[in-house]
Protein backbone atom coordinates (compact mmCIF):
# COMPACT_ATOMS: atom_id res chain seq x y z
CA UNK A 1 0.00 0.00 0.00
CA UNK A 2 1.21 3.58 -0.93
CA UNK A 3 1.33 6.45 1.44
CA UNK A 4 -1.51 8.51 -0.94
CA UNK A 5 -4.00 5.53 -0.27
CA UNK A 6 -2.95 5.42 3.63
CA UNK A 7 -3.25 9.65 3.79
CA UNK A 8 -7.20 8.97 2.23
CA UNK A 9 -7.78 6.16 4.82
CA UNK A 10 -9.75 6.29 7.84
CA UNK A 11 -11.01 4.12 10.94
CA UNK A 12 -14.49 2.55 10.17
CA UNK A 13 -15.13 1.18 13.37
CA UNK A 14 -18.51 1.93 14.57
CA UNK A 15 -18.63 4.58 16.59
CA UNK A 16 -14.99 5.87 16.21
CA UNK A 17 -15.53 9.14 14.58
CA UNK A 18 -13.38 11.43 16.28
CA UNK A 19 -11.91 13.26 13.32
CA UNK A 20 -8.54 14.19 14.58
CA UNK A 21 -8.12 10.27 16.21
CA UNK A 22 -9.33 8.18 13.23
CA UNK A 23 -6.88 9.44 11.09
CA UNK A 24 -3.98 9.07 9.68
CA UNK A 25 -3.85 5.92 11.13
CA UNK A 26 -0.48 4.82 12.86
CA UNK A 27 2.30 2.53 11.52
CA UNK A 28 3.61 -0.13 13.64
CA UNK A 29 6.69 -2.50 13.11
CA UNK A 30 6.48 -1.42 8.95
CA UNK A 31 8.72 -2.68 6.51
CA UNK A 32 9.18 -0.22 3.76
CA UNK A 33 10.35 -0.91 -0.17
CA UNK A 34 10.44 2.13 -2.62
CA UNK A 35 9.50 1.20 -5.54
CA UNK A 36 10.08 3.26 -8.48
CA UNK A 37 6.82 4.85 -10.69
CA UNK A 38 6.23 7.22 -13.56
CA UNK A 39 5.76 10.78 -12.47
CA UNK A 40 2.72 12.69 -13.61
CA UNK A 41 2.44 16.13 -12.64
CA UNK A 42 -0.99 16.30 -13.54
CA UNK A 43 -1.72 14.11 -11.17
CA UNK A 44 0.14 15.30 -8.07
CA UNK A 45 -1.67 18.92 -8.17
CA UNK A 46 -5.26 17.32 -8.45
CA UNK A 47 -4.45 15.47 -5.29
CA UNK A 48 -2.57 18.03 -3.66
CA UNK A 49 -6.02 19.80 -2.82
CA UNK A 50 -7.10 16.03 -1.16
CA UNK A 51 -4.06 15.35 0.71
CA UNK A 52 -4.12 16.13 4.52
CA UNK A 53 -0.95 17.72 4.63
CA UNK A 54 -0.39 17.53 8.15
CA UNK A 55 -1.33 13.92 8.20
CA UNK A 56 1.10 13.76 5.56
CA UNK A 57 3.51 15.22 7.32
CA UNK A 58 3.18 13.57 10.60
CA UNK A 59 3.35 10.16 8.92
CA UNK A 60 6.32 10.84 7.11
CA UNK A 61 8.35 12.02 10.10
CA UNK A 62 7.00 8.67 11.72
CA UNK A 63 8.61 7.11 8.48
CA UNK A 64 11.68 8.79 8.68
CA UNK A 65 10.91 9.54 5.14
CA UNK A 66 12.02 13.42 4.17
CA UNK A 67 8.70 15.55 2.49
CA UNK A 68 8.91 19.50 2.92
CA UNK A 69 7.48 21.24 5.68
CA UNK A 70 4.31 23.27 3.88
CA UNK A 71 2.95 23.14 0.21
CA UNK A 72 4.53 25.79 -1.99
CA UNK A 73 2.40 29.13 -3.03
CA UNK A 74 3.13 27.37 -7.03
CA UNK A 75 3.21 23.89 -6.72
CA UNK A 76 2.72 23.13 -10.71
CA UNK A 77 6.11 24.93 -11.32
CA UNK A 78 8.31 23.27 -8.44
CA UNK A 79 9.46 20.43 -9.96
CA UNK A 80 11.65 19.29 -6.60
CA UNK A 81 8.94 19.92 -4.45
CA UNK A 82 7.06 17.81 -6.85
CA UNK A 83 9.54 15.11 -7.11
CA UNK A 84 9.74 14.90 -3.47
CA UNK A 85 5.97 14.41 -3.10
CA UNK A 86 5.95 11.96 -5.51
CA UNK A 87 8.49 9.64 -4.36
CA UNK A 88 6.50 10.02 -0.96
CA UNK A 89 2.86 9.67 -1.73
CA UNK A 90 3.25 7.19 -4.91
CA UNK A 91 6.96 5.48 -4.12
CA UNK A 92 6.65 4.49 -1.08
CA UNK A 93 5.13 1.28 -0.12
CA UNK A 94 4.35 -0.17 3.05
CA UNK A 95 4.78 -4.06 2.95
CA UNK A 96 4.37 -5.49 6.72
CA UNK A 97 3.51 -4.38 9.49
CA UNK A 98 0.16 -2.74 10.94
CA UNK A 99 -1.93 0.57 11.24
CA UNK A 100 -3.41 1.55 14.69
CA UNK A 101 -6.52 3.59 15.32
CA UNK A 102 -5.93 6.17 17.93
CA UNK A 103 -9.36 6.50 18.68
CA UNK A 104 -11.02 3.05 19.11
CA UNK A 105 -7.27 0.79 19.52
CA UNK A 106 -8.81 -1.34 16.11
CA UNK A 107 -5.01 -2.87 14.83
CA UNK A 108 -5.29 -3.09 11.29
CA UNK A 109 -2.34 -5.42 10.08
CA UNK A 110 -0.32 -5.43 6.85
CA UNK A 111 0.28 -8.66 5.21
CA UNK A 112 2.42 -8.82 1.39
CA UNK A 113 1.22 -5.05 1.36
CA UNK A 114 -2.38 -6.18 1.85
CA UNK A 115 -3.92 -4.00 4.90
CA UNK A 116 -6.59 -6.30 6.78
CA UNK A 117 -9.56 -3.73 7.04
CA UNK A 118 -12.11 -6.88 8.11
CA UNK A 119 -13.93 -5.65 11.69
CA UNK A 120 -15.12 -8.13 14.09
CA UNK A 121 -18.71 -8.20 14.91
CA UNK A 122 -19.32 -5.85 17.67
CA UNK A 123 -17.18 -3.21 15.33
CA UNK A 124 -19.97 -3.23 12.64
CA UNK B 1 -26.47 -24.40 -13.17
CA UNK B 2 -26.32 -22.77 -9.49
CA UNK B 3 -25.59 -18.86 -8.79
CA UNK B 4 -22.00 -19.02 -7.21
CA UNK B 5 -23.75 -16.63 -4.51
CA UNK B 6 -25.68 -18.95 -3.40
CA UNK B 7 -23.30 -21.71 -3.00
CA UNK B 8 -21.00 -20.19 -0.72
CA UNK B 9 -19.51 -16.70 0.78
CA UNK B 10 -17.48 -15.09 -1.83
CA UNK B 11 -14.45 -15.84 0.34
CA UNK B 12 -14.94 -19.66 0.55
CA UNK B 13 -15.96 -19.81 -3.03
CA UNK B 14 -13.24 -18.26 -4.17
CA UNK B 15 -10.92 -20.60 -2.65
CA UNK B 16 -7.05 -20.96 -3.98
CA UNK B 17 -8.33 -23.87 -6.76
CA UNK B 18 -10.93 -21.56 -7.87
CA UNK B 19 -9.17 -18.35 -7.65
CA UNK B 20 -6.21 -20.23 -10.13
CA UNK B 21 -8.84 -21.21 -11.90
CA UNK B 22 -10.73 -18.24 -12.70
CA UNK B 23 -8.35 -15.96 -13.65
CA UNK B 24 -6.41 -18.76 -15.66
CA UNK B 25 -9.73 -19.19 -18.10
CA UNK B 26 -9.06 -17.02 -20.69
CA UNK B 27 -12.47 -16.93 -21.60
CA UNK B 28 -13.70 -15.47 -18.10
CA UNK B 29 -10.65 -13.03 -18.18
CA UNK B 30 -11.74 -12.09 -21.83
CA UNK B 31 -15.41 -11.04 -20.86
CA UNK B 32 -14.04 -9.30 -17.11
CA UNK B 33 -11.90 -7.15 -19.27
CA UNK B 34 -14.79 -6.22 -21.77
CA UNK B 35 -16.87 -5.40 -18.87
CA UNK B 36 -14.17 -3.69 -17.21
CA UNK B 37 -13.54 -1.20 -20.10
CA UNK B 38 -17.49 -0.65 -20.81
CA UNK B 39 -17.22 0.29 -17.03
CA UNK B 40 -14.49 2.47 -17.45
CA UNK B 41 -16.25 3.98 -20.24
CA UNK B 42 -19.33 4.85 -18.56
CA UNK B 43 -17.57 6.32 -15.67
CA UNK B 44 -16.70 9.62 -18.11
CA UNK B 45 -13.76 10.87 -16.68
CA UNK B 46 -12.77 13.63 -18.19
CA UNK B 47 -9.78 14.22 -20.16
CA UNK B 48 -6.97 15.56 -17.67
CA UNK B 49 -6.13 12.10 -16.11
CA UNK B 50 -4.92 10.20 -14.67
CA UNK B 51 -7.30 9.68 -12.05
CA UNK B 52 -7.74 8.22 -8.63
CA UNK B 53 -10.13 5.62 -8.79
CA UNK B 54 -11.71 2.57 -6.55
CA UNK B 55 -12.05 -1.17 -7.59
CA UNK B 56 -14.74 -2.84 -5.41
CA UNK B 57 -14.31 -6.37 -5.40
CA UNK B 58 -10.94 -6.45 -7.56
CA UNK B 59 -10.38 -9.59 -6.90
CA UNK B 60 -7.35 -10.99 -8.87
CA UNK B 61 -6.63 -7.79 -10.83
CA UNK B 62 -8.20 -8.59 -13.67
CA UNK B 63 -10.06 -5.41 -13.88
CA UNK B 64 -7.14 -3.55 -11.81
CA UNK B 65 -4.40 -4.28 -14.98
CA UNK B 66 -7.07 -2.47 -17.25
CA UNK B 67 -6.99 0.83 -15.12
CA UNK B 68 -3.11 0.25 -14.81
CA UNK B 69 -3.07 0.11 -18.69
CA UNK B 70 -4.89 3.73 -18.73
CA UNK B 71 -2.66 4.94 -16.13
CA UNK B 72 -5.02 5.52 -13.29
CA UNK B 73 -3.81 5.31 -9.83
CA UNK B 74 -6.62 2.87 -8.11
CA UNK B 75 -7.05 1.25 -4.70
CA UNK B 76 -9.05 -2.08 -4.93
CA UNK B 77 -10.82 -4.24 -2.08
CA UNK B 78 -11.70 -7.74 -2.00
CA UNK B 79 -13.25 -10.01 0.70
CA UNK B 80 -11.41 -13.35 -0.58
CA UNK B 81 -8.15 -13.30 0.21
CA UNK B 82 -7.04 -16.52 -2.21
CA UNK B 83 -7.79 -14.12 -5.03
CA UNK B 84 -6.23 -11.04 -3.87
CA UNK B 85 -2.94 -13.15 -3.41
CA UNK B 86 -3.04 -13.75 -7.26
CA UNK B 87 -3.76 -9.72 -7.84
CA UNK B 88 -0.43 -9.17 -5.70
CA UNK B 89 1.19 -11.98 -7.34
CA UNK B 90 0.84 -10.45 -10.92
CA UNK B 91 2.08 -7.16 -9.36
CA UNK B 92 -0.91 -5.09 -10.26
CA UNK B 93 -0.20 -1.06 -9.58
CA UNK B 94 -3.23 -0.61 -7.13
CA UNK B 95 -3.21 -0.91 -3.64
CA UNK B 96 -4.62 -3.89 -2.40
CA UNK B 97 -7.45 -4.08 0.83
CA UNK B 98 -8.44 -7.12 2.07
CA UNK B 99 -11.85 -6.21 2.64
CA UNK B 100 -15.80 -6.51 3.65
CA UNK B 101 -17.52 -3.97 1.69
CA UNK B 102 -20.55 -4.61 3.52
CA UNK B 103 -19.16 -3.21 6.60
CA UNK B 104 -18.43 0.22 4.81
CA UNK B 105 -15.51 1.87 3.48
CA UNK B 106 -13.42 3.86 5.40
CA UNK B 107 -12.14 6.87 3.15
CA UNK B 108 -12.12 10.53 3.96
CA UNK B 109 -14.71 12.28 1.89
CA UNK B 110 -14.19 13.00 -1.39
CA UNK B 111 -11.22 10.95 -2.02
CA UNK B 112 -12.24 9.18 -5.60
CA UNK B 113 -12.92 10.19 -8.53
CA UNK B 114 -14.58 7.38 -9.66
CA UNK B 115 -15.68 3.78 -8.62
CA UNK B 116 -16.10 0.67 -11.01
CA UNK B 117 -17.26 -2.86 -9.78
CA UNK B 118 -17.17 -5.53 -11.94
CA UNK B 119 -19.65 -8.86 -11.03
CA UNK B 120 -19.39 -8.00 -7.21
CA UNK B 121 -23.06 -6.27 -6.41
CA UNK B 122 -25.22 -9.78 -6.11
CA UNK B 123 -22.25 -11.05 -4.07
CA UNK B 124 -23.41 -8.54 -1.59
CA UNK B 125 -27.08 -9.68 -1.44
CA UNK B 126 -27.05 -12.77 -0.09
CA UNK B 127 -28.07 -13.37 3.52
CA UNK B 128 -25.05 -15.54 4.70
CA UNK B 129 -26.21 -14.98 8.28
CA UNK B 130 -29.42 -13.22 9.43
CA UNK B 131 -32.71 -12.23 7.38
CA UNK B 132 -32.31 -8.42 7.77
CA UNK B 133 -28.43 -7.93 7.66
CA UNK B 134 -27.96 -7.50 3.09
CA UNK B 135 -30.68 -4.50 3.70
CA UNK B 136 -28.10 -3.17 6.62
CA UNK B 137 -24.84 -4.12 5.18
CA UNK B 138 -25.88 -2.69 1.44
CA UNK B 139 -27.04 0.56 3.52
CA UNK B 140 -23.63 0.77 5.13
CA UNK B 141 -21.96 0.21 1.60
CA UNK B 142 -23.72 2.80 -0.09
CA UNK B 143 -23.55 5.62 2.25
CA UNK B 144 -19.72 5.27 3.05
CA UNK B 145 -19.27 4.70 -0.66
CA UNK B 146 -20.90 8.06 -1.52
CA UNK B 147 -19.23 9.82 0.60
CA UNK B 148 -15.44 8.73 -0.62
CA UNK B 149 -16.23 9.65 -4.06
CA UNK B 150 -15.82 13.65 -4.98
CA UNK B 151 -19.01 15.40 -6.13
CA UNK B 152 -20.01 14.77 -9.10
CA UNK B 153 -18.15 11.49 -9.63
CA UNK B 154 -19.75 8.21 -10.81
CA UNK B 155 -19.82 4.50 -9.59
CA UNK B 156 -20.45 2.58 -12.38
CA UNK B 157 -21.41 -1.91 -11.06
CA UNK B 158 -21.56 -4.52 -13.83
CA UNK B 159 -23.46 -7.23 -12.05
CA UNK B 160 -26.29 -10.24 -12.17
CA UNK B 161 -29.09 -8.98 -10.52
CA UNK B 162 -31.21 -12.05 -9.75
CA UNK B 163 -34.99 -10.34 -10.09
CA UNK B 164 -36.47 -7.32 -10.59
CA UNK B 165 -36.69 -7.46 -6.61
CA UNK B 166 -33.27 -7.60 -6.45
CA UNK B 167 -32.80 -4.36 -8.54
CA UNK B 168 -35.46 -3.05 -6.35
CA UNK B 169 -33.59 -2.99 -3.52
CA UNK B 170 -30.48 -2.67 -4.64
CA UNK B 171 -31.68 0.81 -6.01
CA UNK B 172 -33.35 1.74 -3.05
CA UNK B 173 -31.41 1.69 -1.11
CA UNK B 174 -28.48 3.64 -3.15
CA UNK B 175 -31.42 6.70 -3.23
CA UNK B 176 -31.38 6.68 0.05
CA UNK B 177 -27.59 6.73 0.62
CA UNK B 178 -27.76 10.37 -1.75
CA UNK B 179 -26.70 8.35 -4.94
CA UNK B 180 -28.98 9.22 -8.41
CA UNK B 181 -28.47 7.53 -11.38
CA UNK B 182 -29.91 3.84 -12.66
CA UNK B 183 -29.92 0.89 -14.08
CA UNK B 184 -28.07 0.98 -18.18
CA UNK B 185 -28.81 -2.38 -20.02
CA UNK B 186 -26.55 -3.56 -22.71
CA UNK B 187 -27.89 -5.98 -25.69
CA UNK B 188 -31.06 -6.06 -23.38
CA UNK B 189 -32.10 -8.57 -26.38
CA UNK B 190 -30.43 -11.32 -25.89
CA UNK B 191 -30.34 -13.78 -23.13
CA UNK B 192 -26.60 -14.32 -23.70
CA UNK B 193 -25.35 -10.89 -24.76
CA UNK B 194 -26.96 -9.01 -22.20
CA UNK B 195 -25.19 -6.74 -19.36
CA UNK B 196 -26.55 -4.54 -16.53
CA UNK B 197 -24.43 -1.57 -15.49
CA UNK B 198 -25.63 -0.14 -12.30
CA UNK B 199 -24.25 3.82 -13.13
CA UNK B 200 -24.62 5.71 -9.63
CA UNK B 201 -23.79 9.06 -9.79
CA UNK B 202 -22.53 11.20 -6.72
CA UNK B 203 -24.22 14.46 -6.25
CA UNK B 204 -23.42 17.19 -9.06
CA UNK B 205 -19.45 18.53 -9.71
CA UNK B 206 -21.21 22.22 -9.66
CA UNK B 207 -25.10 23.30 -9.10
CA UNK B 208 -27.31 22.43 -12.05
CA UNK B 209 -24.86 20.48 -13.80
CA UNK B 210 -27.25 17.33 -13.94
CA UNK B 211 -25.79 14.09 -15.33
CA UNK B 212 -27.84 12.08 -17.90
CA UNK B 213 -28.18 8.21 -17.53
CA UNK B 214 -25.71 6.37 -20.63
CA UNK B 215 -27.29 4.61 -23.63
CA UNK B 216 -27.08 1.34 -23.21
CA UNK B 217 -25.47 -0.63 -25.92
CA UNK B 218 -27.26 -2.91 -28.91
CA UNK B 219 -30.86 -1.98 -29.10
CA UNK B 220 -31.76 0.83 -31.85
CA UNK B 221 -35.04 1.50 -29.51
CA UNK B 222 -35.19 4.68 -27.87
CA UNK B 223 -33.62 3.69 -24.34
CA UNK B 224 -32.11 0.70 -22.37
CA UNK B 225 -31.75 2.95 -19.44
CA UNK B 226 -34.36 2.57 -16.72
CA UNK B 227 -33.54 5.57 -14.37
CA UNK B 228 -34.35 5.60 -11.21
CA UNK B 229 -34.91 9.48 -10.47
CA UNK B 230 -35.89 12.47 -12.29
CA UNK B 231 -32.62 14.07 -12.29
Known amino acids: MRLITHNMLKCHVKNCTDPD ?5 RFKDVQLEQIDAERNNEFLVRM ?31 EEFLQALHTAILETHIKQGSMLCDGCGHEYKITNGIPNMLLAEHEI | MSRPEHIAPPE ?7 AKKYTSNSRIAAIQAEMTLRAVELLSLGDDGPYYLLDIGCGSGLSGEILDEDGHVWAGMDIAPSMLDIAADKDVEGDLFLQDIGQGMGFRPGTFDGAISISVLQWLCNADKKENKPRYRLQRFFSTLFMSLQRGARAIFQFYPENDLQIEMIMGIAMKCGFTGGLVADYPNSKKARKFYLCLFAGQAAPGQKQDLPKGLGSDEADNGIAYTDS
Open chain 1, 21 to 25: KQFPL
Open chain 1, 48 to 78: LPRIDWPALSKTTKELDITLPETVPGNPEDD
Open chain 2, 12 to 18: LFYNDTE
